[in-house]
Each structure stands twice: as structure tokens, then as C-alpha cells.
């Protein structure tokens, strides 16, 4: 991974404007921060809701074969030995002899030159790190006790395959989804929110008959190129890459990684992976559990292949927020957030034109009708103008101004984030106004 240049401007923009409106905080700020691990403040924590909301959306609820799961961070050394994770989730690491700085190995520019301190040579040979964070479950700290924080939610899915498909009456193809933190003890955490120790990944394994997994391994790759342009994001910044042979891993057919254009080049979002039977038979032979699918219509049982959409929430938000961030010139200055409406965390803003005044009753009254349906910000504070400004920074699609001619007329003032137009609409018909714009 290159590491961002900090005096990128947009990288620079994105980072203050996190800041300054609530969006990302560095953790433990008062403390000096901690160790690149991120608080998702007030706007934030929206926006990176309704990034999983919209996955959840696409891959649970509009499809009847695949269903959610919300499995346990902390797990027994068994799943990892299972998966292979003890033995090869790891990361060559080289230290520099001259500054004492430590790197990935595989992503440095220059396998010869240090990246903090220039010197060259003068790295250690490379040592295999394990990522996953170790921990004691329970009070006494003896083998027995050893937990590991997961560092995928997929496995969750693996060994909660026969109760699935025993209790949700599920026949392949079906998938098993998950929307949830995972943790990797990440060498050179970096660039914002892009890597960091502690993320949330949302991932679906799609299990289905041997013979037909390459066809939906294809549709898989096709179905997430899809959500990520059908949410708005720039058609000519987002890629499927397929994996070069020498990237596979050993029991995947078939990789391809959707790729972002960040300011620092192309970079991975999700991964789409083929990967056969190896999971399942993998936990079936450490655990001794059938982990197979008894088909009635051939009457033989056999282990389905798994296609894997793997993403990043923490990422993809990160990436929704730099392709939507424009800073307008001209006849009005502004920063707006072209947020899709889906993914914009708030949908409309009430703002009475001034405060403590007779306009404060009908505000209020519009606030409580929108929020039933709507996450809906109330400012009654500075100029009009200015606070257009600070809902066009946080993405809000809709401003509603209640004002003095309001309580002649009944009727308020809708002004679009991206348009800046403005209309007037009667009090009673701002809501259905809003649904069809929001549909
Ligand atoms: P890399 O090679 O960049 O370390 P990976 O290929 O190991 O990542 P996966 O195991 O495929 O990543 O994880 C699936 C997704 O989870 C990634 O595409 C990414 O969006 C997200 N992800 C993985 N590691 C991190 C991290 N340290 N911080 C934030 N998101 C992450």
C-alpha cells in the first residue's frame, strides 16, 4: 500500500472535514490518539449505517435464499487452526536496522530503501507475523483460556452451516450473511480509515452445487459492480480486477478484487472469491461434523463450493465519502457532499428562519411528522445561508425553511442540496413531497 501523502488536498479535506463536522474522530483524542484506531462521531456513525444498511438491504432482504447471522468476535483456537489462519495469516515483516521502524515487506516500494528514514539495505530479513489478536477468555490465564479476536466474520458463517441449513430449511444455492467488526494486528495501519486494527466487514458466503460455481462466481462479480455504481459512486472510479495466478490463494479458483481509485491509486474494496469446497471440509474434518448437503433429488450428499463477496464497511464508506466530496467556485463557494440520498445521513433538515420565535411551534411540529420516517436534523442557529452551507457539507438532499410567511400561508421553502432550486410546498404535503423524492 502506498502511504498517503499528507499534504494530498483531498486526503487533507477529507480528514478535516471528518474532524470538524463529527464524521471520524482519531480514538482516544483527549489522549493524544491511539494507534490509527478511529471513533465514527454523530454524522458518522449514519453514514456508516446506512453503508451497511444498503448492503444488508441488497444482499439479505431482497433476497429470500440468503439469510443473516450475527456470529461472536471472540473465538477457541480450533476455528483458526481449521481455517489455516494459525498457521498462515501472516505478513512478512522487516525491520529497519537504522531507524527501528517496522514494514510489510510485500507492500513497500523499494524493497531496499526504508520509507521513513531512506536508508538503504539496511533492512532485517523478513519475519512471518501473525495478524490476529490473541486473548484469555476467563480468569485464569492457562492454554486452555486462549481466545483469539476474529480477524473475518466469514468463519462465523462456516461453522454455523448445518445449524443454518437445519433450522432455515435452506437448500443450495443459499447464503449465510454478516455485517460486523473483525480485528488484524495490521503491520502499517494507514491512510485514514482505510487500514486499521479494528474495521466492520460485511461478507456473504453463497453456498452452492459444485458444477454451477464458476456461473455464480460470475454473477457475484457482476452483482457488487453493480451495488457500489447503483449507489452513485464514479463509474470510471471503480474496477473489477481480476487476481493474477501468482495471487490466488491455494484452494481459490478465482479471485477478483472491486477496485477503488483513492487519491493514492487503485485499491482494494471487496474481494470476490471462488473457493471451492476448502472451507467446509476443512471444519468438518477438525471438528468430526457432517458439513454437507444431503440432496433429496439425486439422493447422494455432497460439500457445496462457496462464492465469497467479502467488503470492507469501514472502507467503502471512506470511499463513498471521497467520491462524493466537491468543493463548488464561482457565484456560490461551497464544499457539498454528492451523497447518494440512500447512503446521505440525514435526508432533510428542518430550519426555522429565526430562533425563539413564533416560527419554533410549526418547526417543531414538521421535525416530529419527518422523523417518524426520516433521519432529520433540526438547526435554528446563524444565517440561512450558512446553514445551507453546513448541511450541503454533512450531504443532506433537502433543507425545508419554515418562515414568517409560513404561518400565513401553510406552505415552507424546499431547497435541493444539488440544484440549490428552491420551492414552495404546503406544510401538509412536505412529506409525500419528500417520498417520492427519496423513493
Ligand atoms: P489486504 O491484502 O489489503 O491486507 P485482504 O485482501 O487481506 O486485505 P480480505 O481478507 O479480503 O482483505 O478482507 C475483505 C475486505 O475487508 C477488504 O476488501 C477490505 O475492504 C476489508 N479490510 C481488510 N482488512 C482491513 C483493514 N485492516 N482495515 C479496514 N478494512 C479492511
Redesign the pocket.
Known amino acids: 500500500?502506498t502511504r498517503m501523502n499528507e499534504a494530498d488536498p483531498l486526503f487533507e479535506a477529507i480528514v478535516n472535514l471528518s474532524k470538524r463536522r463529527g464524521i471520524v474522530f482519531p480514538s482516544a483524542d483527549i489522549y493524544g490518539g491511539f494507534r490509527s484506531t478511529y471513533d465514527y462521531g454523530p454524522i458518522g456513525v449514519l453514514l456508516l449505517r446506512n453503508v451497511k444498511d444498503a448492503w444488508w438491504e441488497s444482499m439479505v432482504q431482497k433476497r429470500h435464499e440468503v439469510v443473516g447471522l450475527d456470529a461472536s468476535i471472540l473465538s477457541p483456537p480450533q476455528v483458526w487452526e481449521a481455517s489455516g489462519h494459525l498457521a498462515n495469516f501472516t505478513?512478512p515483516l522487516v525491520d529497519c536496522k537504522e531507524c527501528g521502524n517496522r514494514f510489510r515487506e510485500d507492500k513497500l516500494e523499494d524493497p531496499n530503501a526504508c520509507p521513513n528514514c531512506k536508508a538503504k539495505g539496511s533492512f532485517t530479513e523478513a519475519r512471518q507475523f501473525n495478524l490476529m489478536f490473541e486473548t484469555q477468555a476467563g480468569p485464569v490465564a492457562d492454554a486452555g483460556a486462549v481466545a483469539y479476536l476474529r480477524?473475518?466474520t466469514a468463519q462465523g458463517m462456516f461453522i454455523n452451516f448445518a445449524n443454518v441449513l437445519n433450522t432455515s430449511r435452506k437448500k443450495p444455492p443459499f447464503g449465510i450473511a454478516q455485517v460486523g467488526k473483525?480485528f488484524?494486528n495490521?503491520i502499517t495501519?494507514g491512510n485514514f480509515?482505510?487500514?486499521?486494527?479494528?474495521?466492520?466487514?460485511m461478507?456473504m458466503e453463497y453456498f452452492v452445487p459444485p458444477d454451477d460455481a464458476e456461473k455464480w462466481y460470475e454473477y457475484w462479480c457482476q452483482e457488487r459492480m453493480d451495488w457500489y455504481l447503483n449507489l452513485g459512486m464514479t463509474a470510471d472510479k471503480v474496477r473489477l480486477r481480476p487476481h493474477d495466478d501468482d495471487e490466488l490463494s491455494h484452494y481459490s479458483s478465482g479471485t477478483s478484487?472491486?477496485e477503488y481509485m483513492f487519491p493514492w491509486g487503485w485499491?482494494?474494496?471487496?474481494?470476490i472469491?471462488n473457493r471451492g469446497d476448502f472451507d467446509l471440509t476443512q471444519h468438518a474434518e477438525h471438528s468430526g461434523q457432517k458439513l454437507d448437503y444431503f440432496d433429496p433429488t439425486t439422493d447422494t450428499r455432497w460439500t457445496p463450493h462457496v462464492i465469497e463477496p467479502?467488503?470492507?464497511?469501514?472502507?467503502?464508506m471512506m470511499a463513498f465519502l471521497i467520491d462524493a466530496y466537491t468543493e463548488e467556485t464561482g457565484e456560490t463557494e461551497r464544499t457539498v457532499l454528492r451523497l447518494h440520498h440512500k447512503l446521505a445521513p440525514y435526508k432533510v433538515a428542518v430550519l426555522p428562519l429565526s430562533k425563539k420565535s413564533e416560527l419554533e411551534g410549526p418547526a417543531q411540529k414538521l421535525f416530529d411528522e419527518l422523523a417518524q420516517v426520516y433521519m432529520c436534523d433540526y438547526d435554528q442557529t446563524q444565517a440561512i445561508g450558512k446553514r445551507y452551507r453546513r448541511q450541503d457539507e454533512i450531504g443532506t438532499p433537502y433543507c425545508v425553511t419554515v418562515d414568517f410567511d409560513t404561518l400565513e400561508d401553510q406552505a415552507v421553502t424546499i431547497r435541493s442540496r444539488d440544484s440549490m432550486e428552491q420551492e414552495r410546498v404546503s406544510l401538509d404535503k412536505v412529506l409525500p413531497w419528500l417520498n417520492d423524492k427519496l423513493s
Open positions: 500500500m505478513d480477524p473475518e473483525s488484524r495490521e495501519p480509515v482505510f487500514r486499521t486494527r479494528e474495521f466492520e466487514q461478507e478484487d472491486v485499491d482494494e474494496l471487496e474481494g472469491a467479502a467488503a470492507g464497511a469501514t472502507r467503502t
